[in-house]
Each structure stands twice: as structure tokens, then as C-alpha cells.
């Protein structure tokens, strides 16, 4: 005969009583959110179509609103920063084309000194490859910026999705979708300082005569 612990008895008690309750707690996620069709336009699309392995580069994104009421929580959703690959026992297939160095939105207070290494941005949300800059007042813009290094030589295409906002509640008039298409070089382009201005010049360095 099995003898049911006491301890366990609590813990199964406990836990009917917080799935009674709503296990997890909270609002519901579209709570606050109005169901609403918002007009917003996409002004600066911008990726360099020609990357270099190891060079750093921006990816920008600006949204105007031009509704007459605030959107509640502008959002972008990047698809492929990251390829699927097909290697047999692979401990994670995911690997990536770019290296996030800096999400969109200011990155928040560290609590003790510390060094940063690749932070997310403040925009950063629970949902996968999607950043979040609140709410956006009419005829205002908000600008997403993502500070990326390429490690994937190739062509790769980036997709984009922006959103009203994050519960499926706000909607845009719309589907606003971008793709973006990206030349990565295996190695970055010869450079040399001009020793007359002082400027990085493309190129080998002259040979002297």
C-alpha cells in the first residue's frame, strides 16, 4: 500500500488552490490594449547591402504615426538574424548571420558597475526576436536601431514585421512588412589611414616609391 506523504498532500493542495486562482497570476495580455486599427508608416528602411564579415553595421527602422489616437505599443519582429542548421547532432541548430551588439531602446540601469556585453536594449520583450518603444503619440516618429556585426559570409535577406502592438488588440491598416537583402564578404575591404589627412581611405596602404 502506498503511503501518501503529508508533505505532498500539501504541496498537491497548493498547488489546486493556485490553479484555482488563475496559476500564474496577472491580467490577461490584451488587457489595456484597445481593439483598435491604427495608420502608421514605415519613413527609414535602412541595412547596408554590402557588409564585411567582423564590420559592424546599423539596421534602422522608423515608424510615424499618423492615426488621430496614440498607438499603445509600437513593435518590430526580426526574422532571420539567425539560419537553421542542418548538421546532424547539433546541440542547437541556431546560428547566427548577425551578432546583436545593441538592441533598440536605452539599455537599463546595471544595479553595481559592471561591463555590458551585447546588451538587448530596453525594448526588449518576452516575445522572440521582437522589440517594443511603448506607446506613440499622433504624427510622432519612433526610431528602432539594432547595432549588429555580420559573421555569416553570403547573401541572407532579413524580414521585418512592425506592429501596433504587442496583444493582437491594435492592429494597422496594413500588413507593414520589409525585407531586406544583405551581401556579407568573407573579409572586410583593404583600408588604409591617409597619413596627409588622417582619414580611413579604401584601398592598400601606397607603396612608397
Not at 567582423?54 to 515608424?63: G, H
Request: aromatic fraction near 6%.
Amino acid at each position: 500500500m502506498r503511503v501518501r506523504s503529508p508533505i505532498s498532500a500539501g504541496i498537491a493542495a497548493a498547488c489546486i488552490a493556485l490553479l484555482a486562482a488563475g496559476c500564474g497570476g496577472g491580467t490577461k495580455q490584451t488587457a489595456g490594449e484597445p481593439a483598435h486599427t491604427y495608420d502608421l508608416t514605415p519613413t527609414d528602411l535602412t541595412f547596408k547591402p554590402e557588409q564585411a564579415v567582423a564590420r559592424p553595421t546599423t539596421m534602422r527602422i522608423a515608424v510615424r504615426n499618423d492615426d488621430s489616437k496614440t498607438v499603445p505599443n509600437v513593435a518590430v519582429t526580426v526574422d532571420s538574424f539567425y539560419y537553421t542548421e542542418k548538421y546532424p547532432e547539433l546541440a542547437a541548430n541556431k546560428r547566427p548571420v548577425w551578432i546583436v551588439e545593441q538592441g533598440p531602446g536605452t539599455p537599463p540601469q546595471r544595479p553595481a558597475e559592471s561591463q555590458a556585453v551585447s546588451p538587448p536594449g530596453g525594448g526588449q520583450t518576452v516575445y522572440v526576436n521582437t522589440w517594443a518603444l511603448g506607446p506613440l503619440a499622433p504624427k510622432h516618429t519612433q526610431t528602432f536601431e539594432w547595432k549588429v556585426v555580420p559573421v555569416k559570409s553570403g547573401f541572407h535577406r532579413v524580414h521585418v514585421k512592425i506592429s501596433a502592438g504587442l496583444a493582437g488588440q491594435a492592429k494597422t491598416t496594413a500588413p507593414l512588412t520589409a525585407t531586406f537583402g544583405a551581401h556579407i564578404a568573407a573579409a572586410p575591404p583593404a583600408t588604409h589611414v591617409d597619413p596627409s589627412t588622417g582619414k580611413v581611405a579604401a584601398g592598400q596602404f601606397p607603396a612608397q616609391p
